[in-house]
């Protein structure tokens, strides 16, 4: 069983909630993660659903619900908190590493303002299934332990099956808990989540100066380098407010997510994305902003003097361009097989993105046949197969510059240009399966699937395929 210890629940008592999930009629697993369990040291077999549901709360844990804040679409809300999430506790993992253990859908707290504090069936299994495909791509995200269904109904646009995710993160310290006590102007609260997010999550940098100062400049590495590997493998992540943007640096909220199919930069999947806030190629933009607010939140400690603190924060913040240059940097060489780096590289990519958005090539595909395929195989995927040659020709001049053997490039490329993504038209297929006809199959499909993205699986072939023009899912719903 876990063995929990609770730090979060030795911190004051305004940072959280005591509250109890609530009782379930008939819960069922629908699936436990096994790998993970190990990883915590958990048996499976004691992951029973009861406890999944919450009906039962595990010996040691302490269930509270977490208090923060957030900017959503770039208005401020000063109290969000979790009001369909109960953390269990906390677990130290083989590893070493501590884990929040967490039951999404368990179910009203104190922070569940008009909400159930329920979660439906699709989300459950979208969010199992995108952020274990995402750990499996590399991606780092929190994870998904286990989902159980409730036997109960809940009732959204429409009735719909009621579900518990098992979320597993780093933590659960979000932007967001730090507004949370900003905006009450508790600036003592803010030292201690500083004090406290600084040695959980990057205990290195503790005692090395001003703790405000640490934590800004590691959360902004963190977001810098998370937006790369998004972008890495066409993730779009849909609601990146200050409330969803993890201290730790994870992924977290699968929401609306999606992956691109055909490449454009505007992208935008979710449906209350009207202007393009979190388009595909906004999120580094993003990610910035929300960091500013983190620093806006640590303002009182950064510095004794007003005008100094803002100074150091302008410092640090001018630094998230240069950083999230260099690991988007690697991500695209990597992406293009290019071990070495040259002045023209970024050139040669922005070059090859704009002809894949004019023929609306598949992101996913591209870069996979870019890794072993000929030129003549990958041309008819542009309108004009000359748009692709013309760049070929280019690119593998500069490939000559490389000392690596073209064997040797494309295995390397093979292991970041992935054969399979959570495709959008085959997670909607999945959700549907589950929730129209009880049917898991595609689910467990997908899951096993996505645990090894990087292999080819020649029997789940049409998984990596892009939609046909009638499959095209061209808009996420948050489906809360
Ligand atoms: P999200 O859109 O998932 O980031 O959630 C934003 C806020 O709404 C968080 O404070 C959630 O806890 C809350 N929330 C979302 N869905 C529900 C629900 N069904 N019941 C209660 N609170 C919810
Ligand atoms: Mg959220």
């Known amino acids: 069983m876990f063995s929990f210890d609770n730090t979060y629940a030795r911190l004051p008592e305004r940072f959280f909630a005591k509250v109890a999930p609530a009782r379930v009629r008939e819960p069922r697993t629908i699936m436990v993660n096994r790998a993970l369990a190990a990883e915590l040291g958990v048996d499976p077999a004691e992951l029973t659903p009861e406890l999944l549901s919450g009906n039962a709360v595990p010996e040691g844990a302490e269930p509270i619900a977490l208090a923060y804040a957030g900017h959503q679409f770039g208005g401020f809300v000063p109290q969000l908190g979790d009001g369909r999430a109960i953390l269990l506790g906390e677990v130290i993992g083989k590893d070493g590493q501590r884990r929040d253990v967490q039951l999404k859908g368990s179910g009203r707290t104190p922070f569940s303002r008009g909400g159930d504090g329920r979660a439906a069936l699709g989300p459950v299994l979208r969010e199992y299934v995108v952020s274990e495909a995402m750990a499996a791509l590399g991606v780092p995200t929190t994870r998904a332990l286990a989902a159980v269904t409730t036997g109960e109904q809940v009732f959204r646009d429409r009735v719909l099956p009621g579900a518990v995710l098992t979320r597993v993160a780093a933590s659960h310290i979000r932007v967001g808990t730090f507004q949370y006590f900003a905006a009450r102007r508790d600036d003592e609260a803010v030292r201690?989540?500083?004090?406290?997010?600084?040695?959980?999550?990057?205990?290195?940098?503790?005692?090395?100066?001003?703790?405000?100062?640490?934590?800004?400049?590691?959360?902004?590495?963190?977001?810098?380098?998370?937006?790369?590997?998004?972008?890495?493998?066409?993730?779009?992540?849909?609601?990146?407010?200050?409330?969803?943007?993890?201290?730790?640096?994870?992924?977290?909220?699968?929401?609306?997510?999606?992956?691109?199919?055909?490449?454009?930069?505007?992208?935008?999947?979710?449906?209350?994305?009207?202007?393009?806030?979190?388009?595909?190629?906004n999120q580094p933009g993003m990610a910035q902003w929300n960091v500013v607010r983190l620093a806006e939140a640590l303002l009182p400690l950064l510095a004794d003097d007003e005008g100094a603190a803002v100074q150091i924060a302008e410092e640090r913040l001018d630094t998230f361009r240069p950083r999230f240059a260099a690991a988007y940097g690697r991500v695209f060489r990597a992406k293009l097989g290019l071990s070495r780096e040259e002045d023209g590289d970024l050139a040669l990519y922005n070059d090859l993105l704009g002809r894949m958005a004019e023929s609306a090539v598949d992101y996913t595909v591209f870069f996979r046949r870019l890794s072993t395929a000929t030129d003549d195989e990958i041309a008819p995927m542009f309108r004009d197969p000359a748009a692709f040659h013309e760049w070929a020709q280019r690119w593998r001049q500069r490939l000559g510059r490389e000392s690596r053997s073209p064997a040797e490039r494309a295995s390397a490329m093979q292991r970041v240009n992935p054969a399979f993504i959570p495709r959008n038209h085959r997670v909607e297929e999945m959700i549907e399966a589950a929730v129209e006809r009880a049917d898991f199959t595609p689910f467990e499909t997908l899951v096993r699937l996505l645990e090894r993205p990087y292999e080819e699986q020649p029997e789940h072939a049409h998984l990596a395929e892009e939609p046909a023009p009638e499959q095209r899912v061209t808009q996420t719903f948050c489906g809360t």
């Open 192 to 281: 201690v989540l500083t004090s406290y997010a600084l040695a959980r999550h990057y205990p290195d940098a503790v005692g090395t100066g001003n703790d405000a100062v640490a934590l800004l400049d590691r959360v902004l590495s963190a977001q810098a380098e998370l937006v790369a590997r998004w972008i890495g493998v066409g993730f779009v992540h849909g609601v990146m407010n200050t409330d969803n943007t993890s201290i730790s640096g994870e992924t977290i909220d699968f929401g609306p997510c999606a992956f691109l199919d055909e490449y454009h930069p505007d992208k935008v999947f979710s449906s209350i994305d009207m202007r393009g806030r979190y388009a595909f190629s």
